[in-house]
């Protein structure tokens, strides 16, 4: 009797209605189509940035060598960061219709490796490079400025970083990689219901 009564139990536990392949295949297009806007976006932003500090730097006619290093140096993380992030684009790119859930599985787990060390290694390459430039770019501008004025330009530039890094890097991370991380789970769980381990 009470065998009966715990499969009984059992078949009433509601269950989640499984993705059908088409729309499951639909949504990783999606991510990835969304993956490769932010990442064209990106590249647009960074370069635009690297020619309009380029002209502000020829411009601004520099006496000190440490104005141009730090704006040569704040390029050279942009466009670091830009030849980094554009490595994801052949796993953005590559998609085949026919190819099972084991092979997307592999790709999303293979793009959200790349994207872990673009997040982790490749971002506090950037921040590092970003701040000692702006910081030898600011020692010629803010060298007329009364000791205040200094503290308030480097406190300020100081305290953007310090949150970029500690808040809007973190959230950012979790925020791309919210959906990716649903779409890798969703492809295990089916790939184990479908035994291709």
């Known amino acids: 009797m009470r065998d009966m009564d715990l499969r009984s139990l059992w078949q009433q ?14 949504r990783v297009k999606h991510v990835k189509q969304k993956a490769v806007r932010k990442l064209v976006l990106t ?10 500090i380029s002209f502000i730097t020829v411009g601004l006619h520099a006496k000190m060598a440490t104005t141009y290093i ?12 830009v030849m980094a992030y554009n490595r994801t684009l052949p ?12 092979d997307h599985l592999a790709q999303l787990i293979h793009l959200k490796e790349k994207q872990d060390f673009l997040f982790r290694t490749m971002l506090s390459v950037y921040f590092f490079m970003l701040s000692a ?3 030898l770019y600011f020692l010629e501008v803010a060298a007329p400025m009364s000791l205040l004025w200094r503290m308030v330009t480097y406190g300020g530039t100081g305290a953007w970083v310090l949150f970029a890094w500690s808040y809007l890097r973190p959230r950012t991370i979790r925020k791309q990689q919210k959906d990716l991380i649903a779409l890798i ?13």
């Open 13 to 26: 536990q509601p269950t989640a209605a499984p993705l059908p392949p088409a729309e499951l295949l639909g």
């Open 43 to 52: 590249n647009v932003l960074l370069i635009a940035t690297c020619i309009y």
């Open 70 to 81: 730090g704006a040569g140096m704040v390029i050279l993380a942009m466009v670091i960061y």
């Open 91 to 102: 796993l953005l790119r590559r998609a085949d219709a026919s190819a099972s859930v084991k």
């Open 133 to 135: 430039g702006m910081f």
């Open 185 to 197: 789970e969703k492809l295990k769980e089916i790939s184990g219901q479908l035994g291709e381990n």
